[in-house]
């Protein structure tokens, strides 16, 4: 069995999208959603999917030995799927799970990546370049913002009227239609 814990700062839709994919699944199971604010979204989803979810907010939480560290060992976790978070991913964690950590991020990397991009700000970026295309990028983590090994791409159309809000609907729809699909497939390698 592979366990999954997903981690969200956000609304939560792409973690959604993955609890519902996965529930049933006998090979892959959501095991624990790690929120990074209080009060978000994805608390909520998890509730509505019986999946264990906890808050871990300060440094002291993501640190080595801290809060976070205990939850993956006590869920057995076996890999971390970020979806839509925004903490940085400490080193002692990218090393404890070398290659079994994996980011979808709202653009075509490396193109619009790195730190503080996230969200409306790189829609706005892609927008403002006058981009023909944009698209999803799912990637393995490594120490850098963005810019792990990329094992998948999807591409849509920029149209010519997109606002910011117009672009994010389909990059969600991309997200939410081929994300589970990736990490099921990158959990069974």
């Known amino acids: ?42 608390i909520e989803f998890a509730a509505e999917a019986n999946v264990p979810c906890e808050v871990c907010l300060s440094k002291t939480d993501f640190g080595q030995g801290g809060k976070l560290d205990s939850l993956l060992k006590e869920n057995e976790i076996t890999h971390i799927v ?19 950590i994996v980011n979808i991020h709202p653009s075509l990397l490396p193109k619009y990546g790195g730190k503080g991009m996230y969200g409306d700000r790189v829609h706005e970026a892609v927008l403002a370049a006058k981009e023909k295309e944009s698209g999803i990028t799912i990637h393995i983590v490594n120490e850098e913002f963005d810019s792990g090994p990329i094992i998948f791409q999807a591409k849509c159309e920029v149209k010519e009227d997109d606002t910011p809000d117009s672009l994010a609907t389909r990059i969600h729809a991309l997200e939410h239609k081929h994300f589970p699909e990736v990490i099921e497939k990158w959990v069974m390698e």
């Open 1 to 42: 069995m592979k366990n999954i814990a997903i981690f969200a700062s956000g609304h939560g839709t792409n973690a959604r999208a993955i609890m519902k994919y996965f529930s049933g699944n006998e090979d892959v199971k959501v095991s624990l959603v790690v929120a990074t604010k209080p009060g978000i979204g994805v």
């Open 82 to 100: 970020l979806a839509g978070c925004l903490a940085f991913i400490p080193a002692w964690l990218t090393t404890l799970y070398e290659g079994k």
